[in-house]
């Protein structure tokens, strides 16, 4: 399936609402934006901010970066990843591919975002631990050698009265 040269950004969003078979009406209400304005949007009329197309793009399961190249708030040189880029300009596969594949991408993007943190995490952790358990260590090692000395001091007093005593 070829993809279609699409003049504006109102055109690719309706283009994308339908290659998803959503209505107007369901795009609009998990975008949170009205019927109406959605519409004008869709016809060029208004051009919306960076936040709603945001939502728009989450509504439509796509990456919010799409959008803000197609409206101009991001240069597609600047603002896309290679990846991201090789994707949108490939001729041989359809938008809803692209977007599927773009979706797969970000979701291991945003994976390995969450495990480098959870690692870094973790290793915090390790080392706070550590920590503590040598704090707890070495005070525990003070601790048993009061008592020991104690202990042998009066071992050895009681060893001197019992000879004096004998």
Same mark, same amino acid.
């Given at each position: 399936?070829?993809?279609?040269?699409?003049?504006?950004?109102?055109?690719?969003?309706?283009?994308?609402?339908?290659?998803?078979?959503?209505?107007?009406?369901?795009?609009?209400?998990?975008?949170?934006?009205?019927?109406?304005?959605?519409?004008?949007?869709?016809?060029?009329?208004?051009?919306?901010?960076?936040?709603?197309?945001?939502?728009?793009?989450?509504?439509?399961?796509?990456?919010?970066?799409?959008?803000?190249?197609?409206?101009?708030?991001?240069?597609?040189?600047?603002?896309?990843?290679?990846?991201?880029?090789?994707?949108?300009?490939?001729?041989?596969?359809?938008?809803?591919?692209?977007?599927?594949?773009?979706?797969?991408?970000?979701?291991?993007?945003?994976?390995?975002?969450?495990?480098?943190?959870?690692?870094?995490?973790?290793?915090?952790?390790?080392?706070?631990?550590? *920590?503590? #358990? $040598? !704090?707890? &260590?070495? /005070? %525990?090692? @003070?601790?048993?050698? *009061?008592? #020991? $000395? !104690?202990? &042998?001091? /009066? %071992?050895? @007093?009681?060893?001197?009265?019992?000879?004096?005593?004998?």
């Amino acid at each position: 399936m070829a993809t279609l040269k699409v003049p504006s950004l109102g055109d690719y969003i309706r283009e994308q609402r339908e290659s998803a078979q959503v209505s107007l009406r369901q795009l609009a209400r998990t975008a949170g934006v009205s019927n109406p304005y959605l519409s004008q949007i869709e016809r060029g009329l208004k051009k919306p901010s960076a936040e709603i197309l945001q939502q728009i793009a989450k509504g439509l399961r796509i990456s919010a970066e799409t959008l803000y190249v197609r409206a101009g708030i991001l240069d597609e040189a600047h603002g896309a990843s290679d990846v991201t880029a090789a994707v949108l300009t490939d001729p041989t596969i359809g938008e809803r591919h692209k977007r599927v594949l773009l979706d797969i991408y970000e979701s291991f993007r945003a994976e390995h975002v969450a495990g480098l943190a959870s690692a870094a995490a973790s290793k915090k952790a390790v080392t706070a631990t550590r *920590k503590s #358990t $040598t !704090k707890k &260590s070495t /005070a %525990t090692k @003070a601790t048993a050698k *009061k008592p #020991t $000395t !104690k202990t &042998s001091a /009066a %071992t050895a @007093a009681r060893t001197t009265n019992s000879r004096r005593s004998s």
